[in-house]
């Protein structure tokens, strides 16, 4: 037997099935309950019947579909319109004559990138909205000689990084502070602090890869595709479509709250227009649109069956006692003890529930009162929530965006794990790092 082949690291869809079961075996053992919310909205916890998953596990992937349907539709729609895109030729096209005009200067638009990917993060929260730009950045960052995960993070990982270390994002920063009984977007100037490190952090990261992988290609690199037949007055046509595309994209997600019905739907116009500026036919545009959802279909996949274990662990009622049982933990170990508790629940808590919404509820009222006891200041506790919020969310499994940002850079997720857990440690030992201070310090005004 090859001992390289009997030693290879399960696939993405072994490693959730195989979460699926521990998660199944976990509402056979975990006593069951749940927390409530109180008409004066206080939360307490209760018990719950128990509900033991067993053949729930083959279920709960079609559950997992339904529960994600609009991010596996809307990854779906935008991969058909990308590959309608790449069909004309214009992106392979635009790519040449950047790289020819770049030339030397690539390392400053890899940092440039990294940049404005952070701010969109850390100003209006951008998650769902980088996965268009997966498609567009991945292939560029491979024909200037890097690799797929030099794209990813560029995009992913820089917009993580906003979004975790934010100063204005009202996913996070808004609702945590609005929960807590403080003023909206108060302490900023120490949260512009967190952001500004991290996100150098960040770009020396990125360009000491970078050179990693130009002096030695360990990494497998995709080949873009070869520029299609057409004039280049049409290939230019297309890409200013595509420029406008991603100004609309911009302004409508900051200015009229668009989410994924609106992108996808703009994408899906760009894609029809691309074909057509293209000199492509109805049948062709449909074709290369169904080719383009196909392909993607595995992330699709992935995603759904991802989303299952949180369909398990729900159905289960044992989500809200693993939560109980981790805030039970912040017992009486001073300032700097209940702080590292907290922050670690936090972490925690999100590789079972991604959505910085839905842990805000659950958390905030428990923890914001726990605090005042500790003589804790309340800001502390919503960059410790910040933090354990977004630094996770590039490795669990549970995110729907991860899977489908992964799946656009054709990145299994087995490789993908392997490659940044040593990152994501990283951050979480420097999220601590910067807690540690506001302890001392109040976090008030700017």
Same mark, same amino acid.
């Not at 056979?28 to 067993?54: C, H, I, K, M, N």
């Given at each position: 037997?090859?001992?390289?082949?009997?030693?290879?690291?399960?696939?993405?869809?072994? =490693?959730?099935?195989?979460?699926?079961?521990?998660?199944?075996?976990?509402?056979?053992? #975990?006593?069951?309950?749940?927390?409530?919310?109180?008409?004066?909205?206080?939360?307490? &916890?209760?018990?719950?019947?128990?509900?033991?998953?067993?053949?729930?596990?083959?279920?709960?992937?079609?559950?997992?579909?339904?529960?994600?349907?609009?991010? =596996?539709?809307?990854?779906?729609?935008?991969?058909?319109?990308?590959?309608?895109?790449?069909?004309?030729?214009? $992106?392979?096209?635009?790519?040449?004559?950047?790289?020819?005009?770049?030339?030397?200067?690539?390392?400053?638009?890899?940092?440039?990138?990294?940049?404005?990917?952070?701010?969109?993060?850390? #100003?209006?929260?951008?998650?769902?909205?980088?996965?268009?730009?997966?498609?567009?950045?991945?292939?560029?960052?491979?024909?200037?000689?890097?690799?797929? &995960?030099?794209?990813?993070? $560029?995009?992913?990982?820089?917009?993580?990084?906003?979004?975790?270390?934010?100063?204005?994002?009202?996913?996070?920063?808004?609702?945590?502070?609005?929960?807590?009984?403080?003023?909206?977007?108060?302490?900023?100037?120490?949260?512009?602090?967190?952001?500004?490190?991290?996100?150098?952090?960040?770009?020396?990261?990125?360009?000491?890869?970078?050179?990693?992988?130009?002096?030695?290609?360990?990494?497998?690199?995709?080949?873009?595709?070869?520029?299609?037949?057409?004039?280049?007055?049409?290939?230019?046509?297309?890409?200013? $479509?595509?420029?406008?595309?991603?100004?609309?994209?911009?302004?409508?997600? !900051?200015?009229?709250?668009?989410?994924?019905?609106?992108?996808?739907?703009?994408?899906?116009?760009?894609?029809?227009?691309?074909?057509?500026?293209?000199?492509?036919?109805?049948?062709? =545009?449909?074709?290369?649109?169904?080719?383009?959802?196909?392909?993607?279909?595995?992330?699709?996949?992935?995603?759904?069956?991802?989303?299952?274990? =949180?369909?398990?662990?729900?159905?289960?009622?044992?989500?809200?006692? $693993?939560?109980?049982?981790?805030?039970?933990?912040?017992?009486?170990?001073?300032?700097?003890?209940?702080?590292?508790?907290?922050?670690?629940?936090?972490?925690?808590?999100?590789?079972?529930?991604?959505?910085?919404?839905?842990?805000?509820?659950? !958390?905030?009222?428990?923890?914001?009162?726990?605090?005042?006891?500790?003589?804790?200041?309340?800001?502390?506790?919503?960059?410790?929530?910040?933090?354990?919020?977004?630094?996770?969310?590039?490795? !669990?499994?549970?995110?729907?965006?991860?899977?489908?940002?992964?799946?656009?850079?054709?990145?299994?997720?087995?490789?993908?794990?392997?490659?940044?857990?040593?990152?994501?440690?990283?951050?979480?030992?420097?999220?601590?790092?910067?807690?540690?201070?506001?302890?001392?310090?109040?976090?008030?005004?700017?």
């Amino acid at each position: 037997m090859d001992q390289k082949k009997s030693r290879r690291f399960p696939n993405t869809y072994v =490693i959730l099935s195989i979460l699926i079961v521990l998660c199944a075996v976990a509402t056979l053992v #975990v006593p069951p309950g749940q927390y409530v919310t109180a008409a004066d909205g206080s939360v307490s &916890f209760e018990s719950a019947e128990r509900a033991p998953q067993t053949w729930q596990v083959f279920s709960s992937f079609y559950e997992g579909f339904i529960k994600q349907a609009g991010i =596996i539709a809307f990854i779906m729609v935008v991969g058909g319109a990308f590959w309608v895109l790449n069909a004309t030729g214009a $992106v392979a096209y635009g790519i040449d004559r950047f790289i020819a005009r770049a030339g030397k200067y690539d390392r400053f638009v890899l940092a440039g990138l990294a940049v404005l990917f952070s701010v969109g993060g850390g #100003v209006f929260g951008m998650s769902e909205e980088t996965i268009p730009f997966v498609g567009i950045v991945v292939p560029l960052v491979i024909a200037m000689g890097y690799d797929a &995960f030099t794209g990813l993070l $560029v995009v992913y990982v820089a917009s993580n990084i906003g979004f975790s270390s934010a100063f204005l994002n009202p996913f996070t920063v808004g609702i945590a502070q609005e929960m807590s009984g403080l003023p909206l977007f108060s302490g900023m100037g120490y949260r512009l602090v967190c952001w500004a490190l991290l996100t150098a952090a960040l770009v020396v990261f990125i360009l000491f890869y970078a050179s990693l992988i130009r002096k030695a290609p360990v990494a497998e690199r995709a080949v873009p595709g070869t520029s299609a037949p057409g004039t280049d007055r049409r290939k230019t046509l297309i890409l200013l $479509v595509l420029l406008v595309t991603v100004v609309l994209l911009v302004v409508g997600v !900051t200015c009229f709250h668009w989410y994924m019905a609106e992108i996808s739907a703009l994408f899906l116009v760009m894609g029809i227009v691309a074909g057509i500026l293209g000199g492509f036919g109805a049948n062709r =545009i449909a074709n290369e649109f169904a080719a383009g959802a196909k392909d993607i279909l595995p992330a699709a996949l992935v995603v759904g069956l991802a989303s299952g274990i =949180i369909v398990i662990l729900q159905n289960g009622h044992v989500v809200d006692s $693993v939560l109980h049982g981790l805030e039970s933990g912040l017992g009486d170990t001073g300032k700097t003890g209940s702080l590292a508790l907290m922050y670690g629940t936090q972490t925690i808590i999100n590789l079972l529930i991604p959505s910085a919404t839905a842990k805000a509820a659950v !958390t905030i009222p428990i923890m914001a009162p726990f605090c005042d006891m500790i003589h804790l200041s309340r800001q502390t506790m919503v960059l410790a929530f910040q933090f354990g919020d977004g630094f996770t969310n590039m490795i !669990t499994p549970t995110s729907g965006v991860l899977m489908a940002a992964l799946g656009m850079a054709k990145v299994p997720y087995e490789k993908w794990v392997k490659w940044i857990w040593r990152y994501v440690l990283l951050l979480i030992v420097a999220g601590f790092v910067l807690l540690l201070p506001t302890v001392f310090i109040q976090l008030t005004g700017f």
